[in-house]
Structures are given as C-alpha cells and as structure tokens.
C-alpha cells in the first residue's frame, strides 16, 4: 500500500512539469521553447550574410565560406573555412521572480574547397540543426485522501534538458555558365536529446525519484540550390542575382529510453533501461521542408539591395516521442523498479 501511494503521488508532482510550461516558469527558464518538441531551430549561413541580416541564398562572396546555398560553391576561387562558438545570455522575470542563465555551444564547423576555380566547388560541414537547452523547477504542495485519511506533501520538480539535432553534410556547387549555378548537398542527421527529472518530497520518508529520457536517432537529408545571375542589367558592373535553395524532409528512426539508477544495497547501484511504455522505445521523427529564397541587385561594388525570406512548414512535423513528455502514464516503470 505504501508503494502504490508513494507511486500515485510521485506521478500527480511530475505531471505538473510533464506538460507544456506555465506562465512562471518564464523566469526559471534559459529556453522556455526547446523543451517542445526537438528544441529551437538554429539558423546559420554565413558571417557576411549574418552581418547584413540576410540569409544569403541570393549574395555569395568567393572568399568567404557560406551555408545557405549549395549553388553558390560553384564559384569558390579559394580555400576556405569557417567554424563558430555562441554565448547566449537569458534575463527573465515576472511576478514569481527573476532568473539569469547563459549557455554555451558549438555553431557548425565549415572547409570550401575549390575543385576548379570558379567552376567546381564542394563544401563540407557539420552544423546543428536544431538546439534544446532548459531548466525547469517547479514546487507544489498536494493534498491527498480525505477526512481524516487525508495527507498533505509537497515535493520539487526540477526537469533538465539539453541536445539537439546536428547535421553532418557533404556537398557540391557547379557553374554552368556566368548566368546559371547549382548546386546539391546529402547530409546524415542525427538526433540526441536528453530530458533528466528529479522528484524531490518534503517529507523525507519518500525517497528522491531521479530518472533520464534519452532520444536518439538517425536520418538522411537532401538539398538543392540554384542560382541565376543577370550581369549589366542596367548600367555597367551592376547585377542582379535570383537564388533558391530547398532542403527536403527528413525522417529520422529513433529510440526512446528511460534510464534510472536502483539502490541495491551499500554502495552499490544498478543501472535500469527499459523501452516500454507510451512515447518509450522506437520512433520516428519527421523534420519539414524547407524553402529558402531571395533576390540581390547590387548597384555598384559600395551599394547592393537584398530581400530574401524562409519558409518552413512545421504543421508536417511530427515525432512518434511527444506523449513521452506530456502523458506521465509512461513514468510508473521506472518508479516501479526503482522501489523493488
């Protein structure tokens, strides 16, 4: 009777973080999105298109290494490569508080090679595709029982996530001519995102509940790019360039488990995994297409004019794991073996 009341009552605490955030949780948060789904897209190109606010799908320099458009390798002339860290500072408060967190990552790691000089290039490279980093803490008090039976117990809930989804991807651009370039990358995707939950009660007869939901998974992707430059469109060395690349979907198979550690006795600990249970063992997530696109008409070497825009289609989204994280059903395994 004890353990199914300390079950019961361990599952009415985590269900108040299982699901989606609440208001106060904003000051408690580095990232109060990325614990949805795979974590917050992370958009990269180029650093002299970051500078001017642009993708850069339509505006390539030769001397500098640039992600957005595989089209644009066509006209490497040298050498080149790029890679990046970020430092990311998050101030949050509201009525419940305030909250300061920073993080810092690794962006993509890029090496341009010419194969024929303003002809033929390929590009390899490793960037993430998407981020997941949070800390979630919540506290509550619950009343269980009635009458004379009843019993009141708080706990803490501290719900910490980190990971993402990275690309490894190898790729190729080609000049046909001084108006028209393509270009085409494949990529292996890979997945890793972990979620670790402690259960702390106030009540110290109840022992802390620690548990890790680990996903993992792997996929393929394609791209495609293409480039038209118009040269001397209205007056002499002005140009004007139309650029569009698109990346494919993406399915990932993957695998979700839930790891705890058990007392056996002393020192002694006993590592458990299992995969099954709701949102538990193996999946798919499917990323969705995305299309990028943009024209450049540069007046003189000093002056050019941009507009580009994405677009993205996350209603095709889906991940067979989302239940995992919103249904606490799938939590009572490891509890469970965790008190036998």
Do not use: C
Not at 91 to 96: I, K, L, S, V
């Amino acid at each position: 009777m004890k353990k199914f009341l300390f079950i019961t009552i361990t599952l009415s605490f985590i269900s108040l973080q299982a699901v989606a955030q609440q208001s106060t949780d904003e000051a408690r948060t580095g990232s109060i999105y990325s614990k949805i789904g795979v974590g917050i897209p992370v958009d990269y190109t180029s650093s002299s298109a970051d500078g001017m606010g642009a993708l850069g799908v339509s505006f390539n320099e030769s001397n500098v290494a640039g992600l957005a458009n595989p089209a644009e390798w066509g006209s490497t002339v040298y050498s080149v490569a790029s890679g990046g860290f970020s430092l990311q500072r998050f101030n949050g408060t509201d009525y419940a508080g305030s909250s300061k967190s920073a993080t810092f990552s690794a962006n993509h790691f890029q090496l341009q090679l010419p194969i024929q000089k303003s002809k033929f290039g390929i590009s390899a490279a490793v960037t993430p595709l998407t981020r997941s980093s949070y800390k979630i803490y919540n506290q509550d008090t619950r009343i269980f029982g009635s009458g004379a039976l009843s019993d009141t117990l708080g706990a803490s809930v501290e719900s910490l996530g980190s990971g993402g989804i990275s690309s490894i991807e190898l790729g190729f651009g080609w000049r046909i001519n001084n108006n028209i370039s393509v270009g085409y990358a494949g990529s292996l995707v890979l997945a890793s995102l972990e979620n670790k939950i402690t259960t702390i009660f106030d009540d110290l007869d109840y022992q802390t509940v620690e548990y890790t939901l680990q996903t993992s998974g792997t996929g393929f992707g394609s791209r495609f790019g293409t480039l038209i430059t118009l040269p001397n469109l209205l007056k002499q060395q002005d140009y004007l360039r139309i650029g569009a690349s698109v990346n494919l979907p993406v399915t990932l198979n993957a695998e979700r488990i839930q790891e705890s550690d058990k007392q056996l006795g002393g020192n002694a600990v006993e590592t458990i995994e299992t995969t099954e249970g709701p949102g538990l063992g193996d999946g798919t997530i499917r990323l969705p297409v995305e299309i990028n696109g943009g024209i450049t008409y540069q007046l003189n070497p000093a002056l050019s004019f941009t507009t580009e825009g994405l677009y993205e289609q996350w209603s095709d989204y889906t991940n067979d794991f989302d239940a995992g994280l919103q249904d606490p059903a799938s939590l009572p395994i490891v509890i469970k073996q965790h008190l036998e």
